[in-house]
């Protein structure tokens, strides 16, 4: 890759990222959920995902988000506050928390999901089968590389948690 094609496909993932995020934003303010911030409604958006698959305990959630039990449990609080989720136990099992969408939730996930809906058809409406498929391809490869880099990151933040003597023994045991 040239120098010109590494600062040019930057500028595109910067430029889009910002544009997507934008976006959002301007749909949540317009369907009056101002006190919402994307992060969140993608919270809402994979509990409500979840909810369907019967997969919405925290660490399940958690999980599908890529981010850790606490940063998962600060956002559903404020969003439990807001009015947009509810969270009970498991009745078998009080350690099983599942959380899932109230009305209010469900309204900005369905506008949230329509909105998706939209930019996806909108920007595949010029392409023919063909460049959607060279389309869908290319995603795929970004998608892989941004997953294996989260995890990579994940993986390393695990490591710092730990000191050093620890995580020699503990690689030392998974190699043996």
């Known amino acids: 890759m040239t120098q010109q094609q590494q600062e040019e496909l930057n500028r595109f993932f910067v430029h889009v990222f910002n544009q997507i995020m ?42 599908a988000l890529s981010i850790r039990v606490s940063t998962l449990t600060t956002a559903v609080n404020t969003l439990v506050r807001k009015g947009y989720l509810k969270r009970g136990g498991e009745p078998g099992d009080r350690r099983i928390i599942r959380v899932t969408l109230t009305p209010r939730g469900q309204e900005a996930d369905r506008v949230h999901e329509a909105f998706h809906a939209k930019m996806v058809q909108d920007a595949s409406a010029g392409l023919t089968e063909d460049g959607l498929e060279v389309l869908l391809q290319s ?10 880099m989260g995890r990579q990151g994940r993986d390393s933040a695990r ?17 043996a």
Not at 39 to 57: C, F, I, P, S, Y
Not at 139 to 144: G, K, V
Not at 163 to 175: K, L, V
């Open 22 to 63: 934008a976006l959002e934003e301007a749909a949540l303010r317009d369907v009056g959920a101002k006190d919402l911030s994307v992060k969140e409604l993608h919270v809402l958006e994979a509990v409500g995902d979840l909810t369907d698959e019967g997969r919405n305990t925290m660490t399940q959630i958690a999980d």
């Open 139 to 148: 995603l795929h490869q970004l998608d892989h590389f941004f997953t294996e």
């Open 159 to 175: 490591l710092e948690g730990h000191n050093t003597e620890e995580s020699h023994q503990g690689q030392a045991q998974q190699d």
